[in-house]
């Protein structure tokens, strides 16, 4: 039965979930165009996650959670922290030529920069990707 509603073991409803009622009536509506294949798509997420289409569409635009454009951004941020890592590790190739080369390292300063680079760098992919280590 499509669209049963049945009782879990802690007596909730596992039906569609209905979005709380507020004080003041909700008097606006937003009409959507979708292909046959969108609203296909979109009461299929909705059935999945137990809710109706409306309440699926709203909590999501409404979430402040990643969007397509969210996730573009952030891939463009991630090839920008790509290059920079090649940056990084061609100057660290250079300081280990003239090390290799001398027998010392006589640029200490623009090795410590560098360094310091690689560090920071490291931190922020740590905080992009959750990485604790």
Do not use: C, H, Y
């Not at 004080?23 to 979109?42: I, N």
């Not at 996650?49 to 309440?55: D, F, Q, T």
């Not at 290799?100 to 640029?107: D, L, R, W, Y």
């Amino acid at each position: 039965m499509a669209g049963a509603v049945s009782a879990t073991p802690e007596g909730r409803s596992r039906g569609r979930a209905r979005r709380e009622r507020q004080a003041q009536p909700r008097g606006v509506e937003q009409k959507v165009r979708l292909s046959l294949e969108e609203r296909r798509q979109l009461r299929e997420r909705a059935a999945e996650l137990g809710v109706s289409v409306p309440r699926l569409l709203v909590e999501s635009a409404l979430s402040g959670g990643e969007t397509s454009t969210d996730r573009r951004a952030m891939i463009a941020e991630l090839f920008e922290v790509r290059r920079l890592l090649a940056t990084v590790a061609n100057n660290v190739n250079q300081l280990a030529k003239v090390a290799n080369t001398s027998g010392e390292v006589g640029v200490g300063e623009r090795l410590a920069r560098t360094l310091g680079e690689v560090d920071e760098l490291v931190v922020e992919l740590r905080a992009w990707t959750g990485a604790r280590r």
